[in-house]
């Protein structure tokens, strides 16, 4: 769909609050991007709250200004949102009362194989693989029927599905992976769709991912430094180094070219929020001191966009205050950037 659309939505008004993220009025059918949100956060290790994020980012959303000299206005080529099924945040809420449970249990010294934990790591883990798969049906329609899929979670587990229904429609692609963390943990504290697990499970259930990309990434275990070492599809420009790249005379612009030589012609962007500095997130689950400013993760996607074909993109990890509105309006501008870059091509 190459054509502007025709709609009602004034970008120069006020904000309509009708449900949708940045109160567009497309209509899911007619538009080329749609938007899957997935309010879970069972598994979060350190702090909850991302199950909120897709409500948040869509409050804040309304208040954007939509001229944009950097991404551009793909948006008008249509960014519908799905229904929210409100379910999967009911049973995130009751299944991470169990994995509070667990990980109370772990931080005392138990073990993960103690009987006492069965019951609850199969209820956890079963649902998981359920929700994996519900969003990959999902996905799925939409992607057969030409759309864009973007997904908002949640925490990090939540874009697998996705992630395998690209897999699917499009045959081999690269994941561009911003994050402060690898992901690359093996059913971590027992959970088999942990959210510090989602790179491992891209690795295991999608053969179609070539390449991860992992940028911005700067705190990591010795076990994730052998799995991307062994693997021979990650390819990692941390935080370290690319500090050091610039305290060194590199060019940001320059940089941001050889992360996307990495990647095939197909990408697959997974922005966890905690990738930016921390002065951009207040209460996300894992903060990490560091991290890439704003400006140079929007010139990276700008980058990608212009020598790579976007498949589909995640915004994970956004977690909302009720004191502070500060991480879901960084999150709705983010958002809006991954769907006018997606859009631009």
Sequence with gaps: MSEVMKHKFDPDGVGVVNGNYFGFDFDPSDA??????VPWDVTSSYGAGSSSAPDAIIGASVQLDFYDPVAGNGWQRG????????????????LREDAKKIISHLERGGNITDEILRRRYERVNKASAGLNEAIRCQASEWLAKGKIVGLVGGDHSTPLGL??????KEGGFGILHMDAHRDLRRAYEGFDYSHASIMYNVLKEVPEAEYIVQVGVRDWSASEQDMADNSGRVVAFDDFSLAEAEYDGDNWSDICDMIVAKLPEKVYISFDIDVLAPENYRHTGTPA????SYNRIIKLLKTVAMKRRIIGFDLCEVSPSDNDEWDANVGARALLKLCNFSLKQ
């Design 289 to 292: 001191p560091g991290g890439i």
């Design 32 to 37: 080329a991007l749609v938007l899957l949100s």
């Design 163 to 168: 992630i395998r229904a690209a897999g699917e």
């Design 79 to 94: 960014v519908a949102t799905l229904p929210i099924d409100y379910s999967i945040h009911e049973q995130s809420i009751r």
